[in-house]
């Protein structure tokens, strides 16, 4: 069992930046491959970025390659995720999700997500 805990959304203006950070509890971090994704209202919750235990691998969703950097210290037990570029269609609450059972993928359906944080939301304006 793990628990996430989300922080760092805020509104920001569009050009602007910000790193939502994801804190996990327990002593078996390091082996859960995490995941960030994000929902806005009336759509359904939308992939982000995923990276793999040891934080070598990563992988984007499409919206957001190239503005998203996603990063894990498993010393800290901690996720990152590095916005720039940030846009008003990227105003959704932002989720950390992790996975248990190591397979060597990069998933990106929530359904494939054991534990989920709370959320944090990031608006956007124009």
């Known amino acids: 069992q793990v628990q996430l805990v989300e922080s760092g959304g805020g509104l920001v203006q569009a050009g602007g930046s910000l790193r939502l950070s994801c804190e996990a509890s327990?002593?078996?971090?390091?082996?859960?491959?995490m995941g960030w994704f994000r929902q806005a209202p009336g759509k359904e919750r939308e992939f982000v970025a995923v990276?793999?235990?040891?934080?070598?691998?990563?992988r984007y969703g499409d919206s957001v390659k190239g503005r998203f950097t996603i990063s894990k210290d498993n010393l800290r037990n901690t996720m990152y995720l590095r916005m720039d570029s940030l846009k008003p269609e990227d105003t959704a609450v932002y989720y950390c999700?992790?996975?248990?059972?190591?397979?060597?993928?990069?998933?990106?359906?929530?359904?494939?997500?054991?534990?989920w944080g709370q959320g944090t939301q990031v608006t956007v304006s124009s």
């Open positions: 999700a992790a996975r248990s059972g190591y397979t060597g993928l990069l998933y990106d359906a929530p359904g494939r997500f054991d534990y």
């Open positions: 327990g002593r078996t971090f390091s082996t859960y491959t």
């Open positions: 990276i793999n235990r040891s934080g070598g691998s990563t």
